[in-house]
Structures are given as C-alpha cells and as structure tokens.
C-alpha cells in the first residue's frame, strides 16, 4: 500500500524545510470539473472545495496546488486551469516568493489535479511563502510554508493542507497533523468507493486547542488561535522537553530485557528482546537502538523505517506503539483497539487528541499513525473526484 511516508518521498520538496470574512450559511462550493482530453493535463481529476469556516469569505482563502509532476519527475505549481508548471527561481517576484496563489472564488469550472504527488494549501485570510531554490542537484525546487517556524513568511496566517498523490494506479490522499494543525479539512474521494476521512465533531477544533492549553507540558504548542505546533517541531524550537519520553522509554526496554515482544508485518511475526542498548529480532530484521524522544516523535532517527519489506515496517510498528504508548500493555504489535491507545502518563497527547475530536477517529498525528489504520488517508484506483470542505470553526 502506498503510504504518508512513501509517496510524499516521490515529492521531497526542498531543503530548509521539510516537505508540502463570514459566508452565507450554506457553504459555498467551487468545483474543479474534469478535462478528460489528456493534453496538458494527463489522469484530470476534478475537485471541489467547499468554504464552511464561517469566518472567511472565497476571496479570502488562497488555494495552492505545488508538488511533483509525476509526469516529467520535477517541481511544479499548477495555475487556476489544473495546468502543471515547472517551477523557477524566477517565480520569486512576490518579495522575494513566488506567489502560486489561486483565490477560492476564481477558481474556474474547468481546473482539475493532473498527475502528480504534492499538497492542496489553503490560506485564510493571507498570503503562504513558497519560495524556488536551487538544490544539491542544481535543479529549481520548492521550499514551503513551515507554521511552526515563527520566522515563517506564513507563520501568521491560518493555513493547512490536503497530501496526495495521484497517478495511473489512483489518488491517494491524507490530512495531516504530522507538523501542525491549523484548519480543520475534511476530505471525501469517490470512484470505485465513497470514502470520508479528516472531518472533526462540531466545535473539535476548539476541543483540541482548549485540552493542550490546559496540559502542563503540551501548552507551549499551542500559539493563541493560529495553530497549534507538533511537539517534534516544539522540541527543535525549544517549546517541548527534549527527556519527555525517557521514561517511558527506560520502563520498555526494561520490560523487554526479560519478556518477548512479536511484531506482526506482512512479511510474518519477529520476536524480539533488548541486549544492550539495542532492540534485536530474529528473522533478519536488523537491530532498532534505543530512540530518543526526538526520535519517537518524528519516527526517524533509531526509528527511521527503511522501505525494504523487513526492518521498516517492524520500526514503524515499534514508533507507533511508543507514541499510542502501548509497549507495556501488549507485548503482540500492532495493537488495534483505540481505547487502549495514550493512557499512560507519558505519551503522545498531541497525537491523541485529534483522533479524539474527528468524525471516525482517525487523524495523521504522527509519521506512523498508519499503523494499524488509524490514520485520516484514503485511497481509490478508479478516483472521480476529491471533495474538500474546510469545515465551521
């Protein structure tokens, strides 16, 4: 299956960071038609994105299609028609940004997603800053909008995005939390299936705010009604305790010096114990060090999850159960019933609070929480169409 962390690599997008007004009370829905003739835009999917803030007029949300022709393999912005552009670093004429924006009340009747892999912004009430680079292979590449960087061009500006990719084998798509959360988005695909994912209870984003405001150590995520920061991206910034997960940490690999731990993949069921400092299991999967709660919260590091079939997906097993914080619970991985998921003292309470508030429990909170199924992703081979509602709030 095609996942967050293996079809956003088809889009690394450059460097410095790491990628992608009140309405009437009925929302206002801009459709994306499909140009089925191919040409310039090969796979056309249409779309719709409909207004529900309540707070934003369409003139005042911005919407920004950028990521990766799947066609020629290099970066692009897609203009108000669904056209894919290759970018350049004489885009940047916007002081400096290059300004891709597309109002939500201009976009026309016949713009679609051609193929390609990327992001869907949207901006409320202000101007994103994507700005070309050159990269190591000296090719013109996107740098995008980091919310969690207070020197960000974008860092006063209510944003958020939809990740996908979308090629000859369908649309793949997810809402995610993973660095920051600001809009609530909801998604809904249509094709071979009719499928929702993303949407948050009424009144879910205050929900959010208002629980890691009032918690001791997640409170310094929170900056006032803009968005709220990932705690990886908190502790780079110096907001989130750099120790937070060591004893959770010590308590696992305590545990499993004497006991066994069975992590099931696709590729069967290994059994491991800790020797040393160090997490080792049979069946050729290579040796997991003891993270650090950077590494936890990120899901890199000791925890990277290489895409070899074996290793990565008994790492990506091991990061999602430290941050559900279920190692001590069960020693068979992964674990699936969300009830048992963020009770312990230590733990992941970023994360959890979003799959609290949303509609069917799912949210992308952290790099793995495809683990299991848990996360705000859906995917169709026979796509015909992406809703997207930015929802009341």
């Known amino acids: 299956m095609i996942n967050r962390r293996l079809f956003l690599g088809g889009a690394s997008l450059?460097?410095?960071v790491p990628l992608l007004g009140a309405?009437?009370?009925s929302a206002t829905q801009t459709s994306l038609q499909s140009n089925t003739s191919g040409g310039a835009n090969p796979g056309a999917l249409p779309v719709s994105i409909a207004n529900e803030t309540g707070r934003y007029s369409d003139g005042e949300v911005l919407v920004y299609v950028v990521g990766t022709d799947l066609t020629t393999g290099g970066h692009c912005w897609v203009d108000s028609d669904g056209?894919?552009?290759?970018v350049s670093v004489d885009d940047n004429t916007d002081g400096g940004y290059a300004d891709y924006s597309i109002p939500l009340d201009a976009l026309p009747a016949d713009m679609s997603l051609p193929y390609m892999s990327g992001r869907i912004y949207v901006a409320l009430g202000g101007k994103l800053g994507i700005r070309i680079v050159i990269d190591g292979n000296g090719k013109p590449a996107l740098q995008l909008p980091a919310g969690w960087v207070e020197s960000d061009h974008g860092y006063g500006v209510l944003h958020d995005s939809v990740e996908f990719t979308h090629n000859e084998d369908g649309m793949f798509c997810n809402t995610s939390m993973v660095d920051q959360f600001s809009v609530p988005i909801g998604i809904r695909l249509t094709g071979d299936a009719d499928q929702t994912t993303g949407t948050f209870v009424p009144g879910g984003r205050a929900a959010v705010f208002e629980t890691l405001a009032a918690d001791p150590v997640f409170s310094s995520l929170v900056v006032d009604d803009l968005r709220v920061i990932a705690p990886g991206h908190g502790l780079d910034a110096g907001l989130f305790p750099t120790d937070y997960y060591d004893p959770y940490i010590d308590a696992v690999w305590s545990h499993y010096t004497a006991?066994?731990?069975?992590?099931t993949t696709n590729a069967g069921t290994f059994t491991g114990r800790v020797q040393g400092d160090r997490f080792v299991f049979d069946g050729g999967v290579s040796p997991i060090s003891r993270p650090s709660t950077r590494d936890v919260l990120f899901c890199d590091g000791n925890l990277a999850a290489p895409n070899d079939g074996l290793t990565g997906p008994v790492a990506a097993i091991l990061g999602a159960a430290l941050n559900r914080s279920t190692l001590l619970t069960s020693a068979e991985q992964p674990t699936s019933d969300p009830d048992t998921f963020y009770l312990a003292e230590v733990t992941n309470r970023y994360a959890g609070v979003f799959h609290?508030?949303?509609?069917d429990g799912k949210a992308y909170g952290f790099a793995?929480?495809?683990v299991a199924g848990f996360a705000s992703y859906i995917q169709?081979?026979?796509p015909a169409e992406l809703d997207i509602t930015l929802t009341a709030f």
């Open 14 to 16: 450059a460097a410095g």
């Open 23 to 25: 309405c009437s009370p």
């Open 83 to 86: 056209t894919p552009h290759p």
């Open 259 to 263: 006991n066994d731990l069975r992590v």
């Open 356 to 359: 609290e508030h949303t509609v």
């Open 368 to 370: 793995f929480d495809d």
């Open 380 to 382: 169709d081979h026979g």
